[in-house]
Protein backbone atom coordinates (compact mmCIF):
# COMPACT_ATOMS: atom_id res chain seq x y z
CA UNK A 1 0.00 0.00 0.00
CA UNK A 2 1.18 3.54 -1.67
CA UNK A 3 1.99 6.40 1.76
CA UNK A 4 -0.81 8.32 -0.16
CA UNK A 5 -3.49 5.02 0.19
CA UNK A 6 -2.71 4.93 3.45
CA UNK A 7 -3.17 8.39 4.11
CA UNK A 8 -6.83 8.67 2.46
CA UNK A 9 -7.70 5.17 4.65
CA UNK A 10 -6.69 6.71 7.41
CA UNK A 11 -8.59 10.01 6.50
CA UNK A 12 -12.03 7.83 5.71
CA UNK A 13 -11.83 6.00 9.04
CA UNK A 14 -11.32 9.35 10.99
CA UNK A 15 -14.56 10.91 9.48
CA UNK A 16 -16.50 7.02 10.09
CA UNK A 17 -15.32 7.61 13.82
CA UNK A 18 -15.98 11.03 13.70
CA UNK A 19 -19.45 10.13 12.53
CA UNK A 20 -20.94 7.88 14.80
CA UNK A 21 -17.97 5.03 15.03
CA UNK A 22 -19.94 2.17 12.66
CA UNK A 23 -18.87 1.22 9.39
CA UNK A 24 -19.02 3.25 6.35
CA UNK A 25 -19.30 2.29 2.39
CA UNK A 26 -18.75 5.44 0.32
CA UNK A 27 -20.92 5.51 -2.21
CA UNK A 28 -23.07 2.47 -2.10
CA UNK A 29 -26.31 3.47 -3.10
CA UNK A 30 -29.40 2.11 -1.30
CA UNK A 31 -32.52 3.44 0.47
CA UNK A 32 -31.74 5.53 2.85
CA UNK A 33 -33.99 4.62 5.36
CA UNK A 34 -33.62 1.01 5.06
CA UNK A 35 -29.69 1.03 5.51
CA UNK A 36 -29.97 3.81 8.90
CA UNK A 37 -32.10 0.26 10.21
CA UNK A 38 -30.00 -2.51 9.14
CA UNK A 39 -27.39 -1.20 6.57
CA UNK A 40 -23.25 -0.33 6.74
CA UNK A 41 -23.61 3.77 7.06
CA UNK A 42 -22.94 5.63 3.81
CA UNK A 43 -20.87 9.19 4.02
CA UNK A 44 -20.56 11.89 1.43
CA UNK A 45 -17.10 13.03 1.76
CA UNK A 46 -17.71 16.02 -0.77
CA UNK A 47 -19.87 18.62 -0.28
CA UNK A 48 -20.12 22.25 -0.78
CA UNK A 49 -21.82 25.50 0.80
CA UNK A 50 -21.29 28.95 -0.46
CA UNK A 51 -20.92 32.00 1.96
CA UNK A 52 -22.43 35.01 -0.22
CA UNK A 53 -20.99 37.38 1.91
CA UNK A 54 -16.95 35.85 0.78
CA UNK A 55 -17.76 35.64 -2.24
CA UNK A 56 -18.73 39.17 -3.10
CA UNK A 57 -15.43 40.14 -1.57
CA UNK A 58 -13.85 37.79 -3.83
CA UNK A 59 -15.19 39.34 -6.64
CA UNK A 60 -13.91 42.59 -5.23
CA UNK A 61 -10.59 42.09 -4.33
CA UNK A 62 -9.24 38.93 -5.42
CA UNK A 63 -5.79 39.58 -7.46
CA UNK A 64 -6.03 38.85 -11.67
CA UNK A 65 -3.40 35.46 -10.92
CA UNK A 66 -6.05 34.12 -8.43
CA UNK A 67 -8.20 31.97 -10.05
CA UNK A 68 -11.45 32.01 -7.79
CA UNK A 69 -13.89 34.59 -9.38
CA UNK A 70 -14.18 31.96 -12.20
CA UNK A 71 -14.78 29.47 -9.63
CA UNK A 72 -17.51 32.21 -7.79
CA UNK A 73 -19.26 32.53 -11.37
CA UNK A 74 -19.34 29.07 -12.36
CA UNK A 75 -20.71 28.37 -9.10
CA UNK A 76 -23.48 30.44 -9.55
CA UNK A 77 -24.48 30.25 -12.97
CA UNK A 78 -24.41 26.31 -12.79
CA UNK A 79 -26.29 25.79 -9.42
CA UNK A 80 -28.93 28.26 -11.14
CA UNK A 81 -28.97 25.64 -14.37
CA UNK A 82 -29.20 22.52 -12.53
CA UNK A 83 -32.28 24.30 -9.77
CA UNK A 84 -34.42 24.84 -13.13
CA UNK A 85 -33.61 21.47 -14.53
CA UNK A 86 -34.57 19.83 -11.22
CA UNK A 87 -36.88 21.78 -9.67
CA UNK A 88 -37.34 21.15 -5.72
CA UNK A 89 -40.41 20.98 -3.70
CA UNK A 90 -38.89 23.52 -0.91
CA UNK A 91 -37.07 26.63 -1.43
CA UNK A 92 -34.84 25.51 1.87
CA UNK A 93 -31.57 24.78 1.08
CA UNK A 94 -30.96 22.23 4.12
CA UNK A 95 -34.50 20.81 3.38
CA UNK A 96 -33.40 20.84 0.12
CA UNK A 97 -30.24 19.27 0.70
CA UNK A 98 -31.89 16.41 3.23
CA UNK A 99 -34.47 15.35 0.38
CA UNK A 100 -31.48 14.80 -2.13
CA UNK A 101 -29.30 12.82 0.50
CA UNK A 102 -32.79 10.38 0.82
CA UNK A 103 -32.78 10.64 -2.51
CA UNK A 104 -29.56 9.53 -3.26
CA UNK A 105 -29.30 6.92 -0.15
CA UNK A 106 -26.75 9.06 1.39
CA UNK A 107 -26.49 9.32 5.72
CA UNK A 108 -24.35 11.94 6.05
CA UNK A 109 -22.22 14.74 4.57
CA UNK A 110 -18.96 16.07 5.29
CA UNK A 111 -19.43 19.74 4.58
CA UNK A 112 -17.11 22.65 3.47
CA UNK A 113 -17.38 25.80 2.05
CA UNK A 114 -16.53 26.26 -1.86
CA UNK A 115 -13.19 26.39 -2.77
CA UNK A 116 -13.82 30.12 -4.62
CA UNK A 117 -13.25 31.24 -0.80
CA UNK A 118 -9.67 29.98 0.21
CA UNK A 119 -8.36 33.55 -0.17
CA UNK A 120 -5.09 32.82 0.55
CA UNK A 121 -4.43 35.69 -1.45
CA UNK A 122 -5.15 38.15 1.14
CA UNK A 123 -3.09 39.08 3.95
CA UNK A 124 -2.60 37.53 7.12
CA UNK A 125 -5.29 39.65 9.62
CA UNK A 126 -7.75 39.45 6.33
CA UNK A 127 -7.18 35.95 5.97
CA UNK A 128 -8.04 35.09 9.56
CA UNK A 129 -11.10 37.28 9.31
CA UNK A 130 -12.47 35.44 5.98
CA UNK A 131 -11.85 32.05 7.38
CA UNK A 132 -13.38 32.99 10.82
CA UNK A 133 -16.83 34.05 9.03
CA UNK A 134 -16.79 31.21 6.67
CA UNK A 135 -16.55 28.67 9.52
CA UNK A 136 -19.07 30.26 11.66
CA UNK A 137 -21.77 30.20 8.57
CA UNK A 138 -21.01 26.91 8.29
CA UNK A 139 -21.04 25.67 12.05
CA UNK A 140 -24.55 27.64 11.83
CA UNK A 141 -25.71 25.55 8.43
CA UNK A 142 -24.45 22.00 9.99
CA UNK A 143 -26.02 22.80 13.66
CA UNK A 144 -29.16 22.70 12.15
CA UNK A 145 -29.34 18.78 11.69
CA UNK A 146 -25.84 17.24 13.16
CA UNK A 147 -27.07 13.77 12.99
CA UNK A 148 -26.51 14.18 9.42
CA UNK A 149 -23.62 17.30 9.14
CA UNK A 150 -20.40 16.95 9.61
CA UNK A 151 -18.26 20.23 9.68
CA UNK A 152 -15.41 20.56 7.89
CA UNK A 153 -13.59 23.95 8.21
CA UNK A 154 -11.39 26.54 6.58
CA UNK A 155 -7.70 28.14 7.82
CA UNK A 156 -5.72 31.09 6.29
CA UNK A 157 -3.14 28.93 5.23
CA UNK A 158 -0.95 32.14 3.88
CA UNK A 159 -0.37 32.22 7.92
CA UNK A 160 0.87 28.78 9.15
CA UNK A 161 0.23 30.06 12.60
CA UNK A 162 -2.93 31.60 12.11
CA UNK A 163 -3.96 28.51 10.74
CA UNK A 164 -3.04 26.71 13.71
CA UNK A 165 -5.03 28.95 16.08
CA UNK A 166 -8.38 28.82 13.65
CA UNK A 167 -7.74 25.03 13.42
CA UNK A 168 -7.72 25.14 17.68
CA UNK A 169 -11.01 27.17 17.52
CA UNK A 170 -13.13 25.28 14.61
CA UNK A 171 -12.40 21.79 16.22
CA UNK A 172 -12.60 22.80 19.95
CA UNK A 173 -15.47 25.79 19.77
CA UNK A 174 -16.96 24.50 16.61
CA UNK A 175 -17.02 20.68 16.67
CA UNK A 176 -15.38 20.20 13.00
CA UNK A 177 -13.91 17.41 12.56
CA UNK A 178 -11.21 18.09 9.26
CA UNK A 179 -9.56 20.74 7.43
CA UNK A 180 -9.88 21.68 3.65
CA UNK A 181 -6.99 22.98 2.18
CA UNK A 182 -6.12 24.01 -1.53
CA UNK A 183 -3.43 22.04 -3.74
CA UNK A 184 -1.15 25.46 -2.60
CA UNK A 185 -0.97 28.34 -0.23
CA UNK A 186 -1.04 31.25 -3.22
CA UNK A 187 2.27 29.71 -4.53
CA UNK A 188 3.81 27.65 -1.28
CA UNK A 189 3.69 24.34 -1.62
CA UNK A 190 1.95 22.00 0.70
CA UNK A 191 5.03 20.30 1.38
CA UNK A 192 6.83 23.18 2.09
CA UNK A 193 9.14 23.58 5.14
CA UNK A 194 6.95 27.20 5.72
CA UNK A 195 3.16 24.52 6.43
CA UNK A 196 5.06 22.32 8.72
CA UNK A 197 3.57 23.72 11.76
CA UNK A 198 -0.24 23.37 10.21
CA UNK A 199 0.70 19.56 9.45
CA UNK A 200 1.85 19.07 12.92
CA UNK A 201 -0.89 20.39 14.64
CA UNK A 202 -3.60 18.69 11.94
CA UNK A 203 -1.85 15.60 13.01
CA UNK A 204 -1.60 16.39 16.70
CA UNK A 205 -5.56 16.90 16.60
CA UNK A 206 -6.11 13.92 14.60
CA UNK A 207 -8.51 15.33 12.24
CA UNK A 208 -8.53 14.40 8.34
CA UNK A 209 -7.44 16.88 5.85
CA UNK A 210 -8.92 17.37 2.68
CA UNK A 211 -7.27 18.14 -0.45
CA UNK A 212 -8.94 19.84 -2.98
CA UNK A 213 -7.91 22.67 -5.26
CA UNK A 214 -9.32 26.51 -5.99
CA UNK A 215 -8.60 26.06 -9.60
CA UNK A 216 -6.13 26.19 -12.18
CA UNK A 217 -5.97 29.39 -14.31
CA UNK A 218 -3.38 28.07 -17.09
CA UNK A 219 -4.43 28.77 -20.64
CA UNK A 220 -4.27 25.69 -21.95
CA UNK A 221 -6.79 24.88 -19.50
CA UNK A 222 -9.56 27.50 -20.52
CA UNK A 223 -11.46 24.97 -23.23
CA UNK A 224 -14.32 22.57 -22.27
CA UNK A 225 -13.87 23.11 -18.61
CA UNK A 226 -10.76 21.04 -18.71
CA UNK A 227 -9.02 23.19 -15.72
CA UNK A 228 -11.86 20.99 -13.62
CA UNK A 229 -11.93 17.88 -15.38
CA UNK A 230 -8.11 18.48 -16.12
CA UNK A 231 -6.69 20.49 -14.46
CA UNK A 232 -7.55 19.78 -10.81
CA UNK A 233 -6.59 16.45 -10.91
CA UNK A 234 -2.87 17.79 -11.70
CA UNK A 235 -2.84 20.10 -9.24
CA UNK A 236 -3.86 17.39 -6.57
CA UNK A 237 -1.04 15.62 -7.83
CA UNK A 238 1.68 18.10 -7.35
CA UNK A 239 0.11 18.48 -3.98
CA UNK A 240 0.60 15.45 -3.12
CA UNK A 241 3.70 14.93 -4.91
CA UNK A 242 5.45 17.68 -2.76
CA UNK A 243 3.80 15.98 0.81
CA UNK A 244 5.47 13.20 -0.18
CA UNK A 245 8.85 14.18 -1.73
CA UNK A 246 9.70 16.96 0.90
CA UNK A 247 9.34 14.31 3.62
CA UNK A 248 6.16 15.36 5.39
CA UNK A 249 4.25 12.33 5.21
CA UNK A 250 7.39 11.04 6.60
CA UNK A 251 7.64 13.16 9.80
CA UNK A 252 4.26 13.26 10.25
CA UNK A 253 3.25 9.40 9.59
CA UNK A 254 -0.32 9.83 11.51
CA UNK A 255 -1.76 12.42 8.75
CA UNK A 256 -5.13 11.70 7.58
CA UNK A 257 -5.48 13.16 4.16
CA UNK A 258 -8.23 12.62 1.45
CA UNK A 259 -7.43 13.69 -2.27
CA UNK A 260 -10.62 16.04 -4.04
CA UNK A 261 -11.06 13.48 -6.97
CA UNK A 262 -8.56 10.73 -6.35
CA UNK A 263 -10.93 8.82 -4.54
CA UNK A 264 -8.83 7.39 -2.11
Keep these: MTLRTKAAVKAKAAVKKAATGAKSTLGRKAP ?22 VCDIVVRERPADAPE ?12 AHRRRHPRS ?22 FCHVAQYCYWTDAERGAQLARLQNDRLA ?3 QRKP ?34 VSSH ?17 VEKLGIAAFIHPAGMDHPRFK ?8 GQPVEEGLAMSSLIYEGTLDRFPKLKIEIGRAHV
Design 185 to 201: AHGVELGSERLQPFWAE
Design 69 to 80: VQLVAGYLKNAA
Design 223 to 230: KFLMWNGV
Design 140 to 142: EFV
Design 90 to 111: TSDELQARLQDMDELGIDMQLV
Design 147 to 180: ERLIGMGTVPLQDPQAAVRELRRMTGELGFRAVA
Design 32 to 53: ALLRRRSGPLVIDFHTHIIVPE
